[in-house]
């Protein structure tokens, strides 16, 4: 055989080797709307934004984390969410809050907020996973746009089922927690709806 051929018959080798290798499929997921608990009604209506939204650190990256059975957190390589996360929370929990409060008070982050808008702030310090349960500890601040009217500052434990610890799973329990912290906020907004 031609030894010049040798190396070249390798090399198609090889590739045809690693062409049949194939990894997993990346899987990418968003959080999703969840529905209010209860509707509120409101006398006037106040433009608001979420202005920030921190994450844990751990939770700060593209790829899923979910709980083993030791307790500890896992990275999933192939499942990632669609959006770093504190984005898509933000983004996530501003939807949520128009589904809440009056049509046209909620302005979207990426929008330019008009000096007298509300903003509202939040940190979610902690998100947990213990036995089939979800549990997220988040604090945040409505600043409003009044200078003469002070900042209200709320912290409240969110919890919800989580029966399983698959990236879909993980995904519904953030999507559900960030619900139910939109209805915390609506709440807080709907006792601040009082006339100066």
């Given at each position: 055989?031609?030894?010049?051929?040798?190396p070249w018959i390798a090399c198609c080798a090889l590739a045809l080797a690693l062409?049949?290798?194939r990894s997993a499929p990346t899987r990418f997921y968003g959080l999703q709307q969840a529905a209010p608990a209860t509707r509120l009604s409101y006398q006037r209506i106040l433009a608001l934004r979420v202005d920030s939204l921190s994450v844990p650190a751990g939770w700060d990256r593209i790829e899923i984390l979910r709980p083993t059975l030791d307790g500890s957190l896992e990275i999933s390589e192939f499942d990632h969410w669609s959006a770093p996360l504190r984005e898509a929370a933000k983004q996530a929990l501003s939807a949520d809050l128009n589904d809440r409060l009056p049509s046209g008070?909620?302005?979207y982050p990426r929008l330019?907020?008009?000096e007298a808008a509300w903003g509202i702030d939040v940190d979610v310090l902690e998100f947990t996973v213990a036995g089939s349960r979800a549990s997220m500890q988040a604090g945040w601040v409505i600043t409003p746009g009044a200078p003469s009217r002070a900042a209200k500052r709320t912290e409240a434990l969110l919890?919800?089922?989580m029966p399983s610890a698959q990236p879909a799973a993980v995904v519904r329990a953030w999507s559900e927690l960030i619900g139910q912290l939109a209805d915390h906020i609506a709440a807080d907004l709907a006792q601040l709806q009082t006339p100066d």
């Amino acid at each position: 055989m031609n030894q010049t051929l040798i190396p070249w018959i390798a090399c198609c080798a090889l590739a045809l080797a690693l062409g049949a290798c194939r990894s997993a499929p990346t899987r990418f997921y968003g959080l999703q709307q969840a529905a209010p608990a209860t509707r509120l009604s409101y006398q006037r209506i106040l433009a608001l934004r979420v202005d920030s939204l921190s994450v844990p650190a751990g939770w700060d990256r593209i790829e899923i984390l979910r709980p083993t059975l030791d307790g500890s957190l896992e990275i999933s390589e192939f499942d990632h969410w669609s959006a770093p996360l504190r984005e898509a929370a933000k983004q996530a929990l501003s939807a949520d809050l128009n589904d809440r409060l009056p049509s046209g008070s909620v302005i979207y982050p990426r929008l330019p907020k008009p000096e007298a808008a509300w903003g509202i702030d939040v940190d979610v310090l902690e998100f947990t996973v213990a036995g089939s349960r979800a549990s997220m500890q988040a604090g945040w601040v409505i600043t409003p746009g009044a200078p003469s009217r002070a900042a209200k500052r709320t912290e409240a434990l969110l919890q919800c089922p989580m029966p399983s610890a698959q990236p879909a799973a993980v995904v519904r329990a953030w999507s559900e927690l960030i619900g139910q912290l939109a209805d915390h906020i609506a709440a807080d907004l709907a006792q601040l709806q009082t006339p100066d």
